[in-house]
T-cell receptor, first 114, second 112 residues
Framework: AQTVTQSQPEMSVQEAETVTLSCTYD???????LFWYKQPPSRQMILVIR??????QNATENRFSVNFQKAAKSFSLKISDSQLGDTAMYFC???????????FGQGTRLTINP | DVKVTQSSRYLVKRTGEKVFLECVQD?????MFWYRQDPGLGLRLIYF???????EKGDIPEGYSVSREKKERFSLILESASTNQTSMYLC???????????FGSGTRLTVV
């Protein structure tokens, strides 16, 4: 069975600061995908970034980057130059290559303060 | 713009009622999913379907059933709603083996 754990229920930073959200996971599979999703107050889940486990290079999307540590089964999200619009729930998720479903963590509520 | 549409944004039902939550996608995706979202628990999979009339139980199927008669539509059914089914329900779809999932905006169901 696969599990995803987000140990930070809530975080709060000032605008323009850098913030890192933590995620650990467990799977016995070697091929899998990891995701970070953002859920703003509108409730629409938005894909922030995706990482394939076979890729050693950390994924980057503009101000968002990940630190993927495969041996440690860790997948943290770094948001640089945080903006008010980054305020949202953030979910880490895992899909193994043979499965169709996503397994989610508990979520981290991030607040960016002006 | 691809879409997953959930029929209701908010719903209030009485205990014991039969409740239907509808989800429609316009992307010709094979997979469709129903998740339940609760504070501190994240999203938990109720059921998913990889083809018309095909379904598989997720992690918390008790008290729920699903129907997929057409590829674009996936319904979640609460046969006899109970207060512990008060929650946010999210529908999602994806291609078979796809790396991306598209979510609906959720239905917040309150059972009184």
């Amino acid at each position: 069975a696969q599990t995803v754990t987000q140990s930070q229920p809530e975080m709060s930073v000032q605008e323009a600061e850098t913030v890192t959200l933590s995620c650990t996971y467990d799977t016995s599979e070697n091929n899998y995908y990891l995701f970070w999703y953002k859920q703003p107050p509108s409730r629409q889940m938005i894909l922030v970034i995706r990482q394939e486990a076979y890729k050693q290079q950390n994924a980057t999307e503009n101000r968002f980057s990940v630190n993927f540590q495969k041996a440690a089964k860790s997948f943290s999200l770094k948001i640089s130059d945080s903006q008010l619009g980054d305020t949202a729930m953030y979910f880490c998720a895992l899909r193994t290559s043979g499965a169709q479903k996503l397994v989610f963590g508990q979520g981290t509520r991030l607040t960016i303060n002006p | 713009d691809v879409k997953v549409t959930q029929s209701s944004r908010y719903l209030v039902k009485r205990t014991g009622e039969k409740v239907f939550l509808e989800c429609v996608q316009d992307m010709d995706h094979e997979n469709m999913f129903w998740y339940r979202q609760d504070p501190g628990l994240g999203l938990r999979l109720i059921y998913f379907s990889y083809d018309v009339k095909m379904k598989e139980k997720g992690d918390i199927p008790e008290g729920y059933s699903v129907s997929r008669e057409k590829k674009e539509r996936f319904s979640l059914i609460l046969e006899s709603a109970s207060t512990n089914q008060t929650s946010m329900y999210l529908c999602a779809s994806s291609l078979l083996g796809g790396k991306g999932y598209t979510f609906g905006s959720g239905t917040r169901l309150t059972v009184v």
